[in-house]
């Protein structure tokens, strides 16, 4: 919690004003932030200093890992974090390759689980790292990205955060996460929750034992009509302890994870926190 407050802080501070073309606001922006978490240890990064929610983002990674690309399937996994882009995004709304009503396009999950080749064919990045890993090899790039610049115009958003590289050191496993662009106050806490249950959900699965994931921060932010709202309230808050996640232990595999795993697989102890803030969001 304190990394993330430092974070805020230094924006606040230091940070540099930078008008953001699609959404027309302006933004405080600093470069580079580098915030790591301790899943080995059950440190769950879930925000204290304002009410904070676990199971859309796990929800939405989930919907990732099952290829997802379509709204209503990220609703009926529990969240709804995909609907503005999906029908409130007008370039999107005008774009030709939009299907209708709550497609998002070649987007996140169908990149991860579906790239195309050149061929014609298709490659589940997922699926190889988890292999790999299962096995017991890390041949130094069980990548899994989503960014493929080639099919942005097939999509409703560019990836935020894209690329997440696994790494074995002898019998511990840990994970950096690549994130181009954080909405510091609303994004980064779904961002924080999803790269720990990534590795949390990557270790059991693959059975090795988890370690650290460390997530880096291209252009960190906070939008004008945020600003007041995080300077004045809750960075003045004081944080309360790290909460622990906790997870069914009937989830053991990829399949597990495609097939029946739901949010009440998902649960959460210890936690405390401030009142909530309401955040504007920016499509």
Sequence with gaps: MKQYLDLCNRIINEGTWIKNERTGKSCLTVINADLQYEVGKNEFPMITTRKSYFKS??????????????????????????????????????????????????????QARAWKTPEGKTIDQLRKVVDNLKNGIDDRAEIITFYNPGEFHMGCLRPCMHTHTFSLIGDTLHLTSYQRSCDVPLGLNFNQVQVFTFLALMARITGIKAGTAYHKIVNAHIYEDQLELMRDVQVKREPFPSPQLHISDKIQSLEDLETWVTMDDFSISGYECHEPIKYPFSV
């Design 57 to 110: 983002a796990i929800a939405e990674f989930l919907g990732y890992i099952r290829g997802y690309d379509n709204a209503a399937d990220f609703r009926a996994l529990g969240t709804k974090t995909w609907d503005a882009n999906a029908n409130l995004n007008e370039a999107w709304l005008n774009n030709p390759y939009r299907k209708g009503e709550d497609d998002m396009g070649r987007v996140y999950g169908v």
